[in-house]
């Protein structure tokens, strides 16, 4: 590796979501060289997978599109001269000594300390592997809403019981007709969405499975069973959102020795460090004893970091 391949960081933030933006802003903020590393573009989920689904928990705004809240934080970023790369996958984290080498493919960065802020790593949605899954994958099946009115007066079923599914489904019920189902006799939402989710123009079918996903060359209809009755029947629909959460690629912090539980990276939430001095870590990505999945205190981890 030759000289004009590296460069050397007091910090290096991997991940450019809310709680990566924070951590990259309060860095800047201390006058430590930092530069923010992104694999794909600043954001996180908030504008990859669904912009444009109301946000409802975050202060000051009663609610506010997921989209535009990202921009803003990106805006942020960039009027502090953040130093940023998008599109750009970190490979491998090495100890070196007292400074970590952080290596994407086509530069290698050294650092005094590493923050990952890398959510559910390039968050893979999880799948039901379900006959005509694969088939209709965006023609009709798809696991983000980046726009909720291309789906004006369709029929909408949201898979999911989590806040996703119940967000997703409360905005695309503004614009499309939506059925929610779940699997169980509850929903795991938060009780603030399960209330709106109730004044909503959703329909809730609970003790329910997706099955099956028919049509030609585009999603047609679905087969769904009720499992209290053991029912199965067919229902004519244009669009399924399938909100089951992601499938954690944790291959990163594995190779770096990052100790997790096989799906988060275990932190001492007093100061978000890792088993390995200088490696801290925050937002979606961490686990720890009363650890809540919200933006709000994804932004005080990336503060804390």
Known sequence: MSEETVEEYDVVVIGGGPAGITAAIRCMNHHLKVILVEGRKLGGQLMQLYP????????????????????????????????????????????????FKIATPDKVYLAKAVILAIGMGLFEPRKLGLPGEEKFQDKGVTYAVPNMDLYRGQNVLVVGGGDTAVENAIGLSRVARVKLIHRKDSLRAIESNIELLEKSLVEVVLNTELRGIKG?????????????EEMEYEVDMDLVVI???????????????????????????????????????????????????????????????
């Open 243 to 305: 909100n089951i959460g992601f499938s954690p690629d944790l291959s990163l912090v594995d190779k770096a020795g990052v100790k997790n539980n096989g799906s988060h990276v275990l932190i001492d939430e007093t100061d978000m460090h890792t088993n390995i001095p200088g490696i801290l870590a925050c937002g979606d990505i961490v686990e720890y004893q009363g650890k809540i999945r919200q933006i709000l205190p994804a932004l005080g981890e990336g503060v804390t970091a």
């Open 216 to 228: 030609d060359d585009q999603l047609r209809s679905v087969l769904l069973y009720n499992n209290m």
């Open 52 to 99: 444009t689904k109301f946000i409802y928990d975050y202060s000051s705004y009663p609610e506010i599109r997921a989209g535009y809240l990202a921009d803003r934080m990106v805006h942020h970023a960039k009027y502090k001269n953040v130093p940023v790369l998008e599109d750009t996958p970190v490979t491998s984290i090495d100890k070196m000594d007292k400074r």
